[in-house]
């Protein structure tokens, strides 16, 4: 038996999955590892813990798999975007912490920027909007706070590299130093349209061009895997930020596929096709994985509490004991009976863009009971999902007939159909789902020649069950409506 390796660097953990010739789950691991929080709003990662987890895992999985290095074909990386490293070109060595993504530490800096009226200069060139997310400050905050680093930077002698470029770097004891559209389109630094570094942006944060990673497809040969480190050298194929690895997974390569990731938040990513839809909602546009040498654009939208939501009310309402009872509970009424609940805990994302939103519960009578408040909190999921899925569709053009689905909350069988009903469109759940592994093996596994093609791919990984709507038109529009309201409440606070 062959397999794929498929590493998975997520902010909490890294994981490891061998997928068989079948495309199927043969053995994984993962290790979770700490987070650094210096102060509140910062958050950072040793790298050593970043590249010590995924080394470690390899071996669980393959053990798991009853799996021998020699048996695998292919490596595809796959990792959390937009975290910021910088380190020394000879020695390998961090010059500082890993800045994650969630880390707010530069916010101030974006905020001169917008104020400066950069915002627009910005989006033109990169499909972003101006956030602290985003590499691109965190790369200067380095660079403006570490002793010395600017001026090695300078004189050529600084690395900068998102997680999949440290990989590939250590992976491949330096010889590797390079990343993927899909992850350099995340730094603030990629002019999207050019498929180039943007000399503009270079300047404007101070950046020396030096420090920049050659810009690959995702699914293309990065290079081989030192045999210091795995054992033996193995070809590494592909490489992808998550959620267009998962994107990918999902097989949506054509124009106006689309899949929604329910974990804690909600990742809706579509893929807009050759051209970049330009979001007249505050949507993101960015660059999708593809094996071609031109990558598919693609529109990128989050709801910020969806899952979560679910474990408020378990947690602090205490109205369920488990996130999986949430489903038995709201299928216990026939309706939420007019209840919303707008779960804008920390402001509302696209399209409100309403950070001073707070969340609301509207409707209640004197009949309202826990299930309805239950049901009420997972139909706020889906209608929060549909605002963005409706954004997208007046973006791009494109009614949107189905949508693939994943994540925790994904399982939940009466959310799923609820979505269905509120978009009059079909959601599909794979069996499969592993997709962000899953991707970046697809990717892998086509490279080397395990796989023929998409077609090949589709059977492997089918449909475990399709939700289709079943509501009318007139209901779905009362609903729509009283949604529209109780978020006009959330946002008087
Ligand atoms: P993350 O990767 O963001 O940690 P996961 O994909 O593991 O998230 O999903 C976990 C989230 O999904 C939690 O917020 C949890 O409340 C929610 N969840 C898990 N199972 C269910 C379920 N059966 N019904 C509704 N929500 C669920």
């Given at each position: 038996m062959k397999y794929i390796l498929a590493l998975d660097q997520g902010t909490t953990s890294s994981r490891a999955i061998l997928f068989d010739e079948q495309g199927k789950v043969a053995g994984k691991a993962y290790q979770e590892f700490r987070q650094i929080y210096p102060r509140a709003g910062w958050v950072e990662h040793d790298p050593k813990d970043i590249l010590g987890t995924q080394v470690g895992v390899v071996a669980e999985a393959l053990v798991r798999a009853g799996a021998d290095i020699s048996d695998v074909e292919a490596i595809g990386i796959t990792n959390q975007r937009e975290t910021t490293l910088v380190w020394d070109a000879k020695t390998g060595k961090p010059v500082y912490n890993a800045i994650v993504w969630q880390c707010r530490r530069t916010a101030d800096m974006c905020e001169r920027l917008r104020k400066e009226g950069l915002e627009d200069f910005i989006y033109k060139k990169t499909g972003l909007v101006a956030d602290a997310y985003f590499s691109a400050t965190k790369i200067k905050w380095i660079l403006d706070n570490v002793s010395g680093a600017r001026a090695r930077a300078e004189r050529g002698e600084l690395r900068f590299g998102t997680v999949d470029t440290y990989l590939l770097y250590s992976l491949t004891r330096g010889r590797v130093f390079a990343t993927d559209y899909t992850n350099a389109a995340?730094?603030?630094?990629?002019n999207i349209h050019t498929l180039e570094w943007d000399e503009d942006l270079l300047k404007l944060f101070g950046i020396p061009r030096s420090m920049l990673p050659k810009v690959q497809p995702s699914g293309s040969l990065f290079g081989v895997t030192d045999s210091r480190l795995l054992g033996r050298e193995i070809e590494i194929r592909a490489v992808a930020g998550d959620q267009q690895a998962s994107l990918f997974g999902h097989l949506?390569?054509?124009?106006?596929q689309i899949k929604t990731t329910y974990g804690t938040g909600c990742f809706l990513l579509m893929n807009a096709g050759d051209e970049p839809a330009e979001s007249k909602n505050g949507l993101i546009t960015s660059l999708g994985a593809g094996t071609g040498d031109k990558p598919p654009y693609v529109l990128e939208g989050s709801v910020f509490v969806g899952g979560a939501a679910v474990q408020w009310l378990r947690d602090e309402m205490k109205l369920i004991s488990s996130a999986a009872e949430s489903e038995e509970c709201a299928n216990k009424v026939s309706s939420s009976e007019g209840v919303y609940m707008v779960p804008a805990f920390t402001g509302l994302g696209a399209p409100y863009w309403d950070a001073s939103a707070r969340g609301a519960v509207v409707g209640i009578t004197r009949g309202t009971r826990r299930e309805h408040l239950v049901r009420a909190a997972l139909e706020g999921i889906a209608y929060q999902v549909s605002d963005i899925v409706r954004a997208m569709q007046r973006d791009v053009g494109v009614k949107i007939s189905e949508m693939r689905v994943d994540g925790g909350a994904a399982a939940n069988n009466f959310l799923m159909q609820f979505q269905s009903d509120i978009l009059d469109c079909r959601v599909l759940r794979p069996r499969i789902i592993e997709t962000t592994g899953l991707g970046v093996a697809y990717l892998a596994g086509l490279g080397c020649g395990m796989w023929s093609g998409e077609e090949e791919l589709e059977k492997m990984n089918g449909v475990e069950r399709a939700f289709s709507p079943d509501m009318s038109e007139n209901d779905r529009a009362a609903r729509l409506k009283g949604w529209r309201s109780a978020v006009n409440a959330a946002r008087q606070n």
């Open positions: 995340r730094t603030m630094l990629f949506c390569t054509h124009k106006g």
